[in-house]
């Protein structure tokens, strides 16, 4: 071999990766380089590490502004990953030679927006900035013979092109993954050269992009001319340090340019007058699911899982593949037996020679999987594309892998309470009343606090008491970055939440905004934010006079001081406020209520349940509720208020038994009677019965309350009947379905159906007059089979 060993490989492609191990075995270079960003060298020898799992990550940020980011993903099947492991294991030197992220976090995206931080196709394999140019219309990151973005038609130059494709095409493909899956993946264990000539598959990929750089020239990517002139001048250097023989494992569609002789004086050229920021760099874990294409990964992959296994699997690839599914659908209580795993394979080897292919591919084991094990259902197949095709595996880094101080607290208090990060989402129940659980519960609502979202708070199923949490995990790579950026406010969670807590305190122009503040402070325990907090709000409550205001921020204090007594948190402070807000309220909510529109009085309305759920957990409440109820009584009669809201206090009034039935029954009748509105009519029935608070069976257990809706609904003039409708509708939809059926049944057979003493009596009309016994004896004998006893256990047991 003759200059150096240039090994042109796709991204994240297991049979580039077996191709490049072969290769390296057989030339033995005394040195190897990778496409990367150089900063990195000095943490290549962590890839040897027993800690280090991949899939994982080269993470570099600004250090000035820690959200300018870039992600450089390595799975085990990646070629430039297997590059350095065999580097490292025979003491060969490995250096990365793509343009620095120092340049490329500071040159804006090619055909982006100026902020998405992410440099274009920043290798290997092209970096995706969290939440910016890991989505789709992000600067593209695959341009290294990737299959991530069409092919092109346009003039040479002037269209991003998909080497991958135009081969595809050129070769009669309409899949370019396929067309790869035959040539490179499923020709035996090297990329289809055959194991006599380990660098025959390189020498003819190589050929080929030539040939594709020729007509196309960069294809679009303007920034590869840079990129292509820094590796050169790193090459020159490594020729010159190591000789001629070294190798170079980077993207196939950069191979042309590398063995293009061109000037130092004109590489230096394109380099000249590159914008520079100040970087740092470390390992991060990472998922197979980033490195999926469809989440908007560039250089992705459609199945990360699929390709692992490819590379794992020391033979009989389809076998191992259909004994996997199996297991995952066994897990999930599917019935699939040994003779199904059998028969798929059969299936799967079957459609491949009918389909012209050398090996069962993806396509063909899915097809089997669909017909064999899954009945012809794609609900269970959806099931193996997630857990397996793409898979859920989450890397690790070792401990001692840079990373900035308050990634470091944070793995510590991982690690105290035994909280692991994970890719899978799950759900975790807290008890508070056990410290473990206290501590879990402060820390994730401290990282939410400072946006770093590993945990969302979710309804539990369990008790509704105070001193249980429900949360939804899921570990996602970017929020690696997110501590990063988190990182300005302290050293440790808890300083840098109490540091961004006091800031936003002091920053914050909403009382709603300050109130939400003050309950995450208790949950988070905060106690040295607190006053901070504290004071920004009495401040902004003395200053806000809108009723709307104060009703959106009262139910946030209340459920604060309920946190506080299960936290065991001083809320002297915080309950004066929520007092006088809740006073305040009181005097002002009548006059805010009148003359709004639909929109207005809609919004108000739940403003209303708000404040009464809120005013009955206030401490020592009792003068307080007086007053409210006193105030729900004005808006229940005064003509001026919007019929939904009407409605609702009549309803608040009732349900707390502030209100008799007869006046109950005398306000739906003024509200429907026949000088009403229509509109304004179905308004108050949607304000007193809608909604999913009971009111369907308030209706069901009150016959004179549904006789007068359904006297009312019966008189509506025709013409105004189209009006009320969508009201209404929406009003009887929000009901149990159980609930809508005996309404109907009720209307159906009408009031007099069951005349006689269960109407005498308040009786339910469309119900019996008492108890049939010998239709409730009737059930006695399967009772007893049921239950396994006798007449004689029964004895002695009266109705």
């Not at 570099?60 to 502004?65: C, M, P, S």
């Not at 401490?619 to 009669?637: H, I, Y």
């Not at 502030?658 to 308004?683: G, H, N």
């Amino acid at each position: 071999m003759t200059g150096p060993l240039l090994l042109g490989v796709r991204h994240h492609g297991p049979g580039s990766a077996r191709a490049v191990r072969a290769a390296l075995d057989a030339a033995s270079p005394p040195a190897v380089l990778i496409e990367g960003p150089p900063e990195g060298d000095g943490l290549l020898p962590l890839a040897a590490d027993e800690q280090m799992r991949p899939p994982v990550a080269l993470l570099a940020h600004a250090v000035d502004d820690p959200g300018r980011a870039a992600f450089w993903p390595l799975a085990e099947f990646s070629p430039e990953w297997v590059a350095i492991r065999w580097a490292l294991a025979n003491e060969v030197p490995v250096r990365f030679i793509d343009l620095p992220a120092a340049h490329s976090l500071a040159m804006e995206p090619d055909h982006a927006p100026a902020r998405p931080t992410a440099p274009a196709d920043a290798a290997p394999p092209g970096p995706a900035a969290p939440g910016s140019a890991d989505s789709p219309g992000s600067a593209p990151a695959g341009t290294e013979a990737t299959g991530s973005e069409p092919a092109g038609t346009a003039e040479p130059g002037d269209v991003r092109i998909d080497p991958i494709g135009v081969l595809a095409e050129a070769a009669g493909y309409d899949d370019p993954e396929r067309w790869w899956e035959d040539v490179v993946e499923h020709r035996g264990r090297g990329t289809g050269g055959g194991a006599s000539d380990p660098y025959g598959p390189f020498v003819a990929l190589g050929e080929a992009m030539t040939a594709l750089r020729e007509t196309y020239g960069h294809g679009g990517h303007d920034r590869d001319l840079v990129r292509e002139a820094h590796m050169r001048l790193r090459l020159r250097a490594a020729r010159k340090e190591f000789g001629d023989e070294v190798a170079v494992v980077c993207g196939a569609w950069h191979v042309p340019a590398l063995a293009q002789k061109t000037t130092v004086a004109a590489d230096r050229a394109l380099l000249k007058g590159l914008p520079k920021v100040r970087t740092e760099m470390t390992w991060v874990p990472w998922t197979h699911r980033r490195l999926a294409r469809h989440s908007g990964y560039g250089a992705g992959i459609d199945s990360p899982g699929w390709y692992g296994h490819l590379f794992a699997a020391p033979d009989r690839p389809v076998e191992r593949w259909m004994t996997k599914v199996a297991g995952l659908l066994r897990d999930e209580d599917h019935m699939v037996s040994s003779a199904h795993v059998i028969e798929a394979v059969r299936l799967a080897e079957t459609l491949a020679v009918v389909r012209g292919r050398p090996l069962a591919g993806l396509s063909e084991t899915t097809d089997a999987v669909r017909a064999v094990m899954c009945d012809g259902s794609d609900v269970p197949l959806d099931l193996v594309r997630d857990r397996l095709v793409v898979g859920d595996v989450l890397g690790e880094v070792p401990d001692d892998a840079p990373a900035v101080p308050l990634q470091r607290d944070l793995a510590g208090q991982q690690r105290s309470l035994r909280l692991k990060p994970e890719a899978l989402e799950r759900e975790l129940e807290l008890d508070l009343r056990k410290d473990g659980d206290s501590g879990r519960s402060r820390l994730l609502h401290r990282l939410c606090l400072l946006g770093v979202h590993w945990g969302e708070p979710v309804a539990g199923r369990g008790s509704t008491g105070t001193f249980r949490e429900t949360w939804r995990l899921r570990w996602e790579p970017e929020l690696f970055v997110r501590v990063a950026e988190a990182g300005v406010w302290g050293t440790t969670v808890l300083s840098a939440a109490t540091a961004k807590a006091e800031s936003q305190a002091l920053a914050a122009t909403a009382l709603g905004d300050v109130t939400a503040l003050a309950e995450q402070c208790l949950l988070a325990e905060l106690p040295d934010a607190l006053p901070v907090v504290m004071t920004a709000l009495a401040d902004r409550a003395a200053l806000d006079a809108d009723v709307s205001h104060l009703a959106q921020a009262l139910p946030a204090l209340a459920r604060s001081l309920r946190y506080g007594d299960v936290r065991a948190t001083d809320t002297t402070a915080l309950a004066e406020v929520a007092t006088g807000l809740a006073e305040r309220i009181c005097v002002g909510l009548p006059p805010a209520c009148s003359g709004l529109d639909a929109d207005g009085a809609a919004e108000m309305r739940g403003r209303l349940d708000g404040v009464h759920t809120a005013i009955g957990l206030l401490p020592d409440s009792a003068e307080t509720a007086g007053r409210w109820q006193a105030v729900l009584r004005k808006l229940a009669v005064r003509a001026s208020v919007p019929g939904v809201i009407r409605g609702r206090a009549a309803r608040l009034l009732l349900d707390d038994g502030r209100l008799a039935e007869d006046e109950a029954a005398r306000l739906m009748a003024l509200a429907l009677s026949p000088a009403t509105q229509p509109a304004e009519a179905a308004a108050w029935i949607e304000g007193f019965v809608g909604g999913a608070s009971g009111g369907g069976l308030l209706l069901v257990h009150d016959e004179r309350l549904l006789s007068l809706v359904d006297a009312w609904l019966t008189g509506v003039p025709a013409h105004a009947f189209t009006d009320v409708l969508p009201l209404l509708r929406r009003t009887f939809s929000a009901y149990e379905p159980g609930v809508r059926r005996t309404l109907g049944e009720l209307v159906r057979r009408g009031p007099a159906a069951a005349p006689g003493p269960a109407h005498a009596e308040g009786g339910v009309p469309g119900f019996g007059a008492g108890l049939d016994e010998a239709r409730a004896d009737a059930v006695l004998p399967v009772l007893r089979l049921l239950l396994g006893i006798d007449d004689n256990d029964l004895a002695g047991v009266t109705r």
